[in-house]
């Protein structure tokens, strides 16, 4: 990840969708290995997937939530993941151990309420993994890890002091991914409801235009 802003396309399931977030330029897209998630996507859907990634194409990020090691086995035996997405509450020397033991990069996700929560994950985080992702907190009772589309107070992380490249998700869509970039300073977002017709139902259009409005930021 460098100093341009970084764009994952998240919870992509089908072709169209890759083939839209590819052409947009975008920079990663990601495969949810959660079984509740409306997003997520069996072993053989996402290796085919992986097999119609175009030359040059967007990076595979697989997403996982508290995976045991044969849970991630399982994947990486038949998808060629870039990188291992941890969204559960995996705790630092557990990211170090998946680090270690699959040899990917780790992107760690932690949902904050604060800039203090934020700068502790920080503290936390960036000596076990290689970057980081931002998420709004998620609602009380939910069944599911992440904002499930709430959106972050972005300006509580403008000016954050954290060595690692990090990302910022939490209710993004084409209309708000620009001005939150600015209030924030992210060098990269994530988004996954925000460019979806229905729950797990990606939509081409709306794909290119969260890219394009993110890269105009």
Same mark, same amino acid.
């Given at each position: 990840m460098s100093a341009r802003v970084r764009v994952k396309i998240c919870g992509v399931r089908d072709a169209p969708a890759l083939t839209a977030a590819a052409e947009a330029g975008a920079d990663f897209v990601g495969l949810v290995f959660f079984p509740r998630s409306? +997003? *997520?996507v069996s072993v053989e859907v996402a290796a085919a997937l992986a097999a119609a990634r175009p030359p040059g194409g967007p990076g595979l990020v697989g997403l996982f939530v508290d995976p045991a090691d044969d849970d991630l086995s399982a994947v990486l035996r038949q998808v060629p993941l870039d990188w291992i997405q941890l969204h559960g509450? =995996?705790?630092p020397d557990r990211v170090a151990e998946i680090?270690? +033991?699959f040899g990917?990069?780790?992107l760690k996700a932690v949902g904050v309420g604060s800039r203090a929560e934020a700068e502790e994950a920080v503290a936390a985080y960036a000596p076990v993994a290689d970057a980081l992702l931002f998420d709004a907190k998620p609602p009380p009772g939910s069944t599911r890890?992440?904002?499930?589309a709430v959106a972050i107070d972005a300006a509580m992380l403008a000016g954050l002091a954290c060595p690692l490249p990090w990302l910022l998700a939490g209710g993004l869509t084409p209309d708000t991914v620009a001005g939150t970039i600015r209030a924030s300073g992210a060098p990269g977002v994530d988004v996954s409801?925000?460019? =979806? +017709? *229905?729950?797990g139902e990606k939509d081409p259009a709306?794909? +290119?235009a969260f890219v394009t409005a993110a890269r105009a930021a």
């Amino acid at each position: 990840m460098s100093a341009r802003v970084r764009v994952k396309i998240c919870g992509v399931r089908d072709a169209p969708a890759l083939t839209a977030a590819a052409e947009a330029g975008a920079d990663f897209v990601g495969l949810v290995f959660f079984p509740r998630s409306p +997003r *997520a996507v069996s072993v053989e859907v996402a290796a085919a997937l992986a097999a119609a990634r175009p030359p040059g194409g967007p990076g595979l990020v697989g997403l996982f939530v508290d995976p045991a090691d044969d849970d991630l086995s399982a994947v990486l035996r038949q998808v060629p993941l870039d990188w291992i997405q941890l969204h559960g509450h =995996e705790p630092p020397d557990r990211v170090a151990e998946i680090r270690q +033991r699959f040899g990917l990069p780790v992107l760690k996700a932690v949902g904050v309420g604060s800039r203090a929560e934020a700068e502790e994950a920080v503290a936390a985080y960036a000596p076990v993994a290689d970057a980081l992702l931002f998420d709004a907190k998620p609602p009380p009772g939910s069944t599911r890890p992440g904002g499930n589309a709430v959106a972050i107070d972005a300006a509580m992380l403008a000016g954050l002091a954290c060595p690692l490249p990090w990302l910022l998700a939490g209710g993004l869509t084409p209309d708000t991914v620009a001005g939150t970039i600015r209030a924030s300073g992210a060098p990269g977002v994530d988004v996954s409801s925000g460019v =979806e +017709r *229905a729950p797990g139902e990606k939509d081409p259009a709306l794909i +290119r235009a969260f890219v394009t409005a993110a890269r105009a930021a």
